[in-house]
C-alpha cells in the first residue's frame, strides 16, 4: 500500500487562492493514477480531480471545472492540486489517493490508497 500525506491546505477567504500538495511513498510513484476527493460536513466523499499515470490527461468534476488544475511531479512523487477563486461551498477535507492498478477512474472505490486528508476552510 501506498503512503500518502498531504499538506497545504488552510483558512483562505473567498476568491482567493490556495494550492495542497501530496507526497507518496515508494518508487513507483509514476505508474500510479492519483486523485483529489473531498468531503464536507455531513455529505458523502466526493470526486474533485484525478490525473492519469502516463500521458497526464486530466479530469475534473464539474463544480472545479476551470477554477481547480491537478498536475504531478514524479520527480518528487508528488501530485498537486491547485486551487483558484475559491468558494465557501469548497470549504471541506481533502484527500489524496492513488490508484495501483491500470486505469484512472471518478470513483472512490477505483482508488486502493489514501491519505489522511487536510482541512480547507474558505471563509470571509
Known amino acids: 500500500q501506498v503512503q500518502l500525506v498531504e499538506s497545504g491546505g488552510g483558512l483562505v477567504q473567498p476568491g482567493n487562492s490556495l494550492r495542497l500538495s501530496c507526497v507518496a511513498s515508494?518508487?513507483?510513484?509514476?505508474?500510479?493514477?492519483m486523485g483529489w476527493f473531498r468531503q464536507a460536513p455531513g455529505k458523502e466523499r466526493e470526486f474533485v480531480a484525478s490525473?492519469?499515470?502516463?500521458?497526464?490527461?486530466?479530469y475534473y468534476a464539474e463544480p472545479v471545472e476551470g477554477r481547480f488544475t491537478i498536475s504531478r511531479d514524479n520527480a518528487k512523487n508528488t501530485v498537486f492540486l491547485q486551487m483558484s477563486s475559491l468558494k465557501p461551498e469548497d470549504t471541506a477535507v481533502y484527500y489524496c489517493?492513488?490508484?495501483?492498478?491500470?486505469?484512472?477512474?471518478?470513483?472512490?472505490?477505483?482508488?486502493?490508497?489514501w491519505g489522511q486528508g487536510t482541512q480547507v476552510t474558505v471563509s470571509s
Open positions: 489517493a492513488a490508484r495501483t492498478t491500470i486505469g484512472v477512474g471518478r470513483a472512490a472505490s477505483d482508488f486502493d490508497s
Open positions: 515508494g518508487r513507483a510513484f509514476s505508474s500510479y493514477a
Open positions: 490525473i492519469s499515470r502516463s500521458v497526464y490527461s486530466t
